[in-house]
């Protein structure tokens, strides 16, 4: 039997994070991973060696914002192994079925001119809209890095331009009464209220919605976030794919002897008096931890489907219960379209230009198109009569995705997990079958080839994957790949319980992180890094404790002197 201090049941992106900052600490660590490669939603694969050779997809995540957020990549020192980011601009492009279109670029000035051109008005209140947004990031970034539970934590990461930012929002009186108002509203609310046109509004809510919920959703207006991230940090890419920070984490991670095991598929938590030991793998290969297990898989499938009832329960009585019925999933997900090119897609309606293909291309016609796309999938209904979508060119940004001259494409289309009056057929009775998920891919390819006709005639080959499919290949429960919903009473302290919420458990020596825990999903790499900081104070409470507060009153000391 082998044994560890540390056993982590998956080696997405977080658990390879949080395996990292734990093998510096000094903690000997194994990762265990159900498929054959590492890296969960992050993959960059040849996912048609046959039809395409040489072709490498995004299998899922593709555009990275969040991680720049945080210091992630600078602590890892990842670029010593191999990471490299490619920044985009022009970062989006929608074009509008008038002959008009939005074209964002990282800049907010340039992107105001682009706008300017349409409408002046329209293009004042994006500054606006963009300097809202970024001084509340600025603010609320420090809450992200930290525990929840951690006030040090929190405290240790602001400065005085962070608080400076965060008062400005906040503000007294009447400010924040509107920062509230604003935070309970919808993202089409606060559009409606600053914009006149379609062409803004539409792919600023596709933007929004990609938190997994139609625009007019109360207390999420916060989606409306995502455009101005795209202006900073910026929306960068790994040169050779998403894969390429796997690859980066699993090298940092291997140099200091860390051990990753593919093709092991956690069945159970082993847990004796009380107390998480190991996890046993199917097959029947037992692991062992001296100090914890850490689960990067969502919580409802570790409590509820890898530990026995009894033990759950012995620990507090009421979980099994809350996870069941607390936890809101909608059925919005993913059905997925990878496509081998023979030549890059063309706009020629639309001033076409190579550029606009660097960033993401939005096809999103009108909010209420957005708003149905994302209702009839909660539903259980296809939205493919007028389908909205999230296209990506990969190969523009970096051509070593592709052989020389062709070019992959990335489709991201809102659909239903369980299809309504499909119960029990299809897989795992959610009514998806292979022909049905290759008429919608048709119908996704017939929309696009309605902007830009050459598509049809440059595929080689297409990979088309199901909200099931996607869901078994990352484990996701029922279709989400942000484990639990994206909303506001789902998020920091709510996240996935009040008593999960700090990555700890009921249960002794077992923790959580991954998409289903604070920040929540995306490329970020926050909640392996916030993991793994619970877990070292776990161990040596008070000497932790006492280092926390020292690094946070130097930081603070030394940014008062920065200023003065």
Not at 73 to 84: A, D, N, R, S
Not at 268 to 273: P, R, S, T
Not at 515 to 520: E, R
Request: proline share 6%; glycine share 8%; net charge negative.
């Amino acid at each position: 039997m082998q044994t560890y201090d540390v056993v982590i049941i998956g080696a997405g992106h977080n658990g390879l994070v949080c395996a990292a900052y734990l093998l510096k600490a000094g903690y000997s660590v194994l990762l265990l991973e159900k498929r054959s490669v590492p890296g969960g939603a992050a993959t960059t694969e040849e996912a048609l060696p046959q039809e395409a050779p040489g072709f490498k997809f995004n299998l899922c995540a593709i555009d990275h914002e969040f991680i720049h957020l945080g210091p992630v990549v600078e602590e890892l020192e990842l670029t010593k192994y191999g990471l490299e980011y490619l920044y985009c601009d022009p970062v989006v492009f929608c074009p509008h079925p008038d002959g008009k279109y939005f074209l964002g670029h990282k800049s907010v000035e340039k992107t105001c001119a682009e706008i300017a051109r349409y409408n002046s008005r329209d293009a004042e209140k994006y500054a606006e809209f963009v300097d809202f947004w970024q001084r509340l990031l600025k603010g609320i970034i420090p809450i992200f890095n930290a525990p929840p539970k951690s006030v040090i934590d929190i405290i240790g990461n602001y400065d005085l331009p962070k608080l400076k930012d965060l008062f400005s929002v906040v503000g007294l009186s009447n400010k924040t009464l509107d920062l509230i108002r604003t935070m309970l509203s919808s993202a089409e609310d606060m559009l409606n209220e600053l914009y006149d046109s379609e062409f803004v509004k539409a792919p600023l809510a596709r933007l929004a919605s990609e938190l997994g919920a139609p625009p007019s959703q109360k207390n999420l207006s916060i989606g409306a976030i995502m455009m101005a991230m795209r202006h900073h940090p910026g929306m960068a890419r790994p040169r050779g794919g998403t894969g390429a920070l796997i690859q980066a984490l699993l090298n940092l991670v291997q140099s200091l002897g860390g051990k990753i095991l593919t093709d092991q598929h956690v069945e159970k938590v082993l847990i004796d008096d009380g107390r998480a030991v190991g996890v046993r793998v199917a097959g029947g290969t037992e692991y062992r931890a001296n100090r914890g297990v850490i689960s990067n898989i969502d919580a409802k499938r570790l409590f509820l489907h890898a530990i026995d009832s009894s033990d759950v329960d012995a620990a507090d009585p009421n979980l099994r219960e809350r996870l069941e019925r607390r936890i809101v999933n909608n059925n919005d997900s993913i059905l997925k379209v990878d496509c081998a090119l023979s030549e890059p897609l063309r706009f020629e309606r639309y001033e076409h230009r190579d550029e606009y293909l660097i960033g993401s291309v939005l096809i999103a016609d009108s909010v209420t198109q957005v708003e149905m796309g994302h209702h009839d999938s909660m539903i259980g209904k296809i939205p493919d009569s007028d389908p909205t979508m999230y296209v990506v060119m990969p190969t523009m940004l970096d051509p070593s995705m592709a052989p020389e001259g062709k070019h992959t494409l990335w489709i991201e289309f809102f659909a239903p997990y369980q299809i309504e009056g499909s119960e029990g057929t299809g897989l795992h009775g959610t009514g998806w079958t292979d022909d049905l998920k290759e008429k919608v891919a048709d119908r996704l390819i017939d929309k696009l080839a309605e902007y830009a006709p050459n598509v049809k005639n440059s595929i080689i080959a297409r990979r088309v994957e199901s909200p099931a499919e996607l869901s078994d290949r990352l484990g996701a429960f029922k279709g989400n790949h942000y484990h639990i919903d994206m909303s506001l009473e789902q998020m920091i302290l709510f996240r996935p319980l009040p008593e999960l919420a700090n990555y700890e458990t009921p249960i002794s020596g077992l923790y959580l992180t991954g998409a289903g825990t604070h920040p929540g999903g995306s490329i970020s790499g926050m909640p392996g890094r916030n993991c793994a900081r619970v877990f070292l104070r776990s161990q040596q409470p008070l000497v932790q404790t006492l280092k926390d507060v020292g690094n946070s009153v130097k930081s603070t000391i030394e940014d008062v002197f920065k200023k003065s």
